[in-house]
């Protein structure tokens, strides 16, 4: 039966919606695209987190300052423990993680920890490992795992969300802990930081709290103190670390924000200051003499690499730093760590110092 006009049109009408429906579907859905998965993975961080730390190993994987960074860090690998979980398990994280996100939560006295992470994973093998340890408990939807890690504090519980996602958390109940997600009010901030930061690979996003000031009040690392700089950081509501390799270099932003112009325009000149000072400190004549030549042009090229500006995002302002961590600096800090302690002569003991006259009594020494 041949159809009329208006079946035509009617036809077509019903394709072109099906098309559009399936495009948006598809881009509600998809995981094939990489900004995609990202997303539906921050959108699982528990909207009143402090903390969110993000990495995308898989973009990190075919980069030069990888292949630098494992060159210096301590190989897993070597570890007897963890290369008998790779005969058990068949994962390695060198190979098999893709991405992962961390997020802590300040509650009070209490911090919580959530960690999903996506990745090639052999579901039945991981959890005949996590088996050994006891029978999982039935939470909900989710069969979790709960495990007893030495270097933390509190049990951990472990559960597959899916055969490539898996969520570890601190907290003793796992499905309150990611339906805490699901505010959508508390998403619009985080998503802001989330945009911003689109297309790195590596990224810490910190939001203001009472455990932030007092990390700044305390002393950093080599006992520096500074109560200006503290108070500074104290008015920053927001601030991110964002790393990116370029090259054999990484670059690494860092930016705080806060609603206060006087606040941002002084830590923008403090920082300058520090950078200004450190410089004419490794010209002095003097130190250039005492330090190791490789060293003082580690450290300056990283002192000449900074940029930092002051950014006016209408109510928000922003200081931004921007540093390159070079392989020479990785060198340098690599020599630093294996480097044998420096011994003081003068707490040598008396017997191993070679003396001519040691062994002579006073009489003989007058003459």
Not at 130 to 151: D, I, M, T
Not at 164 to 182: F, K, V
């Amino acid at each position: 039966m041949p159809l009329t006009k208006r079946k035509k049109i009617a036809l077509a009408v019903a394709f072109a919606f099906l098309f559009v429906a399936g495009l948006l579907l598809a881009r509600r859905f998809s995981t094939d695209s990489d900004a995609s998965e990202r997303q539906q993975l921050l959108q699982l961080v528990p909207t009143e987190s402090t903390a969110v730390i993000f990495l995308d190993l898989e973009q990190f994987r075919n980069s030069p300052f990888l292949a630098k960074l494992y060159s210096w860090a301590p190989l897993a690998s070597e570890d007897a423990e963890y290369a008998q979980f790779v005969r058990d398990t068949g994962f390695s994280y060198e190979r098999d993680l893709k991405k992962l996100v961390v997020a802590i939560s300040n509650n009070g006295a209490t911090t919580n920890l959530l960690a999903i992470a996506d990745g090639k994973f052999d579901r039945r093998r991981i959890e005949a490992f996590l088996n050994h340890g006891g029978q999982p408990a039935q939470q909900g939807r989710w069969k979790v795992f709960h495990l007893n890690a030495a270097s933390h504090d509190k049990p951990l519980s472990l559960s597959f969300l899916s055969d490539d996602r898996i969520a570890i958390t601190d907290s003793e109940n796992l499905p309150a802990t990611l339906a805490s997600a699901t505010v959508e009010s508390g998403h619009a901030e985080w998503n802001a930081h989330y945009q911003r930061l689109a297309g790195t690979p590596l990224f810490a996003v910190l939001r203001q709290d009472s455990s932030m000031q007092n990390a700044f009040n305390s002393a950093t690392p080599g006992g520096f103190r500074s109560p200006q700089l503290s108070t500074l950081l104290s008015q920053l509501q927001w601030i991110s670390i964002a790393g990116k390799p370029e090259g054999d270099q990484l670059r690494l932003v860092a930016e705080g924000e806060c609603l206060s112009e006087p606040a941002t325009s002084q830590l923008r000149d403090f920082l300058q200051g520090i950078v200004m000072l450190a410089q004419n400190g490794l010209n002095n004549p003097k130190l250039r003499k005492q330090m190791n030549p490789d060293e003082r042009d580690a450290y300056l090229e990283i002192l000449k690499s900074a940029d930092i500006q002051k950014i006016d995002r209408g109510e928000w302002k922003s200081v931004r730093v921007v540093l390159a961590i070079t392989p020479r600096f990785l060198d340098m800090a690599r020599a630093s760590a294996i480097a044998p302690p420096a011994t003081d002569s003068s707490s040598q003991p008396e017997t191993s110092k070679k003396n001519p006259t040691s062994g002579k009594t006073k009489a003989q020494k007058k003459k």
